[in-house]
């Protein structure tokens, strides 16, 4: 059976998706979201070569949905998985959107007319959507979908619709595929806020996420790219705090990886929109191994970002202005100091995709003890796992980037072809997926 599943539409299930499919090969997608992209998204900018993020994965969402051996299904979820390397039964469970895909066109008039208004989740909370809605502007596929949850069933929408694609009787449903191989690349997600509550987030309204920065500097999110902080004024001196969740004892011990140069970037984007901008960054150790990253560090530098040896020790809010004060200890004189600043940035650690261990399960994968998938071998199958014909891709076996997840899912995508061109044969002894587990 020489077609092949991803499980996730991150960068790295798209890459892999048109590796495989440009290898000649039936591809299928799911994605358990509304659209493929994942968090690459939601980026503003991309590391270490500050390119527009969207610019770059646009072209790659829209060549996964054109290309003529992928199929990208959305909103929906791998339920279970059967049989062995080569030909595997997998039951895909779909999650109704209440518009019908085949006639919507994605016109946007049903938005338009929609009066329910709620927080939208792809901008953190910070912009409004409608009950009926797409991800974000370049959402692939560019169909609409009803948030039950929050729709009053007005009607509005159906009233405007001239193509009779609203369809509130929908049903979730299941679909069948035969494949011959799957590759695993389901991400991650980070840590909540709160993982040091001395940091004040969720307490003080100007402490935010990395992941809620990355959307108030895009030019595509709530504030439009302005420097406005939450509270609704412009911010100049912004402080980044790193290991929010890595490599603590109570938290996660591990590294995340990407933080350190990922808060670089982001306080560059800061002093590229503010000449008068003073950014700080609070480090245990900067570590800066890929490639031109070491770069970026020290122009950085060079350029009047300041780095401060040591996580501070608690941030407090100033009841006048609302701005964080930051406690830290200056280890060079072994003084305790405090700075204001407009703005505190939290980069948090991180983790497993909440569906993450669930698709282990389904797969019977082994995981380490983090939850992240296990590779067969780390020196000698990296992208392999202890099921045969099932593969990994980028960070579902540990935190990535956006380029070595992208040179993961392509090596995925070779292995694959490579076992559909040895006629699918568990020849190396990996075993098979168990049956009905789940």
């Not at 003073?278 to 020290?298: I, P, Q, T």
């Amino acid at each position: 059976m020489k077609s092949a599943l991803v499980i996730g539409g991150g960068v790295g299930g798209v890459q892999a998706a048109l590796d495989i499919a440009e290898g000649g090969y039936q591809t299928f997608v799911v994605e358990s979201t509304y659209s493929i992209g994942g968090i690459m998204a939601a980026l503003d900018k991309t590391f270490p070569t500050m390119d527009c993020s969207i610019c770059i994965l646009g072209p790659k969402l829209v060549d996964a949905s054109k290309h003529k051996n992928i199929e990208l299904i959305t909103a929906a979820e791998v339920k279970s998985v059967e049989g062995v390397p080569g030909d595997f039964k997998v039951t895909i469970e779909m999650s109704p959107r209440y518009v019908d895909m085949t006639v919507c066109n994605g016109c946007g008039a049903c938005v338009d007319v929609c009066p329910v208004v709620v927080p939208n989740e792809w901008d953190m909370n910070l912009k409004p959507r409608k009950a009926i809605h797409t991800m974000f502007a370049q959402s692939v596929p560019m169909r609409f979908a009803i948030d039950k949850d929050v729709c009053i069933e007005c009607g509005m929408c159906m009233h405007v619709c001239g193509l009779n694609a609203i369809d509130l009787s929908q049903e979730p449903g299941t679909r069948e595929l035969e494949v011959g191989a799957i590759v695993v690349a389901a991400g991650v997600t980070t840590v909540k806020g709160d993982a040091k509550e001395q940091y004040g987030y969720g307490i003080h309204e100007n402490v935010v996420t990395n992941m809620e920065f990355e959307r108030i500097i895009c030019a595509s999110g709530p504030t439009g790219g302005d420097l406005i902080r939450p509270d609704g004024k412009p911010y100049h001196r912004v402080a980044f705090i790193q290991c929010v969740g890595s490599r603590d004892t109570k938290c996660h011990e591990y590294c995340s990886m990407y933080c350190c140069i990922a808060s670089i970037k982001e306080g560059r984007l800061v002093m590229e929109h503010s000449d008068d901008s003073e950014v700080s960054v609070f480090y245990n150790d900067m570590r800066a191994s890929g490639k031109g990253f070491e770069e970026l560090y020290v122009r950085s530098e060079e350029e009047g970002m300041r780095f401060v040896k040591g996580l501070p020790s608690e941030v407090r809010e100033n009841p006048t202005n609302k701005n964080p004060i930051v406690v830290y200890e200056d280890t060079t004189t072994g003084t305790q100091k405090e700075l204001e600043v407009d703005l505190v940035v939290l980069a948090l650690a991180l983790e497993p995709s909440p569906g993450l261990e669930r698709i282990a399960g389904v797969l019977g994968l082994e995981c380490d003890e983090y939850g992240f998938v296990k590779e067969r071998e780390l020196q000698n199958s990296p992208l392999e796992t202890n099921v045969g014909g099932v593969f990994i891709a980028g960070a579902c076996s540990g935190p990535r980037d956006i380029p070595e997840t992208v040179s993961e899912a392509s090596g995925a995508a070779s292995r694959v072809c490579a076992f559909f061109e040895q006629a699918g044969t568990d020849s190396d002894g990996a075993r098979r997926v168990p049956r009905n587990r789940e």
